[in-house]
């Protein structure tokens, strides 16, 4: 989709020099998919510890443990 967007010149050759983006373009999808993955990692974040009868770090350790006997 073409869309005319006034953005600052020194905002976007910052974009560019931080992205390592050679065009506009590429500097400015590369800062929506940034802004994109922060907020879908802060909707994912409100779910931290919420999980119940989840497998605990010490049964975890020891199914690794038991595939690894497996494979020796």
């Not at 800062?31 to 993955?37: S, V």
């Amino acid at each position: 989709m073409k869309t005319t967007v006034d953005i600052p010149e020194d905002l976007l050759k910052e974009a560019m020099r931080y992205s390592g983006a050679s065009t506009k373009r590429q500097a400015v999808l590369a800062a929506l998919e940034d802004f994109n993955r922060r907020h879908q990692q802060a909707d994912l974040i409100k779910y931290l510890g919420t999980l119940r009868d989840f497998i605990t770090p010490e049964e975890l350790a020891q199914t690794r443990g038991s595939r690894e006997r497996r494979r020796a």
